[in-house]
Structures are given as C-alpha cells and as structure tokens.
C-alpha cells in the first residue's frame, strides 16, 4: 500500500478492526518513511449484475445510485439509516444472489419495493408511484388499498384515515 502522504511503498499495519456487519476491515496503517498514520477500508469485491435500463443500455449497478432512490423515497420519513443501510445491503443481496450477469432495471426496483414495503408505507407508495408511473388519483386508490389489504395490522400506522395500530398514537 502506497503512502498518501509521501508515495512511499512500505507501509506497515498496526491495527486491525471488522466492522459490525462484518462486509469491510479497517486497517490503522503507518508510513515507514514519514511516519504519518492512515486508514485504508478493505471490502470483499464481487462482480454484481450489470442492469438492462428500460431503454435497453446496459449498466454497470451503481449503490450510490440504489442508495439514492432510498434516500428520495424517505425523504423526511421516521426511518434511522442503520435501517436504510440494512435495506440497501438487502437489495445487494439479492443481486449477488440471483448469480444472473444482467438482470433489468425492474427487477432491481422489485426488491427495492419489497423493501420499502418493510421500512415505511409512505416510502413504498412514493416509490411504486414513480416506478410504476401511476398516472391518477385511482392508481394511488388501487395501491393504498392493496397495501391496506396485504399489511392489515402489522404496526404500521394506517395510511389512510382508519384507526391507529394497537399501542399507536396518532399525532394531530
């Protein structure tokens, strides 16, 4: 490992920590030219699925750009980014798993839906209405209805205006 700071070749190791989740290693590292202390992040690299787009190009997957479409869809919403991360390692999963070399851009934004669909109701509906280009108040009807249906008392507050949850307050 080359030195930031000097270019130096030889540089030594002198403290090493797993992180929680266990995907990267920190290494505490010292120049043995000039001295100076740096940390480097040693991750495992495997090779995801390149995504078909909608118009057929073909990327390289991007996680900041899976994580981003996180961020948009719970915008302001009460989810901590521990849970985001674990979402988003979710989905990256489930890449590596499908052990597919293209996979389209739909199937990546039908587990970032199944996701969403665990962390926040809001967030999820934010998401299919842009993924699945609702078009009117009706689409929105049809989905609020489905997720009322499919997700009956499991915590969530109701979308829409019904009872709250057992142990649940609602805010006014």
Do not use: N
Request: hydrophobic share 35%.
């Amino acid at each position: 490992m080359h030195c930031p700071f000097c270019q130096h070749t030889d540089t030594r190791v002198i403290d090493s920590r797993v992180s929680d989740d266990g995907a990267t290693i920190r290494r505490r590292r010292v120049c043995e030219a000039c001295g100076e202390r740096f940390s480097t992040l040693e991750t495992i690299e495997l090779k995801l699925p390149a995504i078909i787009k909608s118009d057929g190009r073909r990327e390289a997957f991007d996680a900041r750009k899976l994580r981003a479409g996180f961020d948009r869809a719970l915008q302001k919403r009460p989810v901590s980014e521990e849970q985001i991360e674990a979402a988003v390692r979710a989905v990256v999963h489930q890449l590596r798993m499908t052990a597919e070399r293209e996979l389209p851009s739909l199937r990546v934004g039908e587990f970032v839906m199944a996701e969403l669909r665990k962390l926040d109701h809001v967030a999820y509906v934010r998401f299919a209405s842009v993924y699945r280009a609702f078009e009117d108040v009706a689409d929105f009807r049809e989905e609020l209805d489905r997720l009322e249906s499919d997700h009956a008392g499991e915590g969530q507050l109701p979308l829409l205006g019904s009872e709250p949850a057992p142990g649940k307050s609602r805010k006014r």
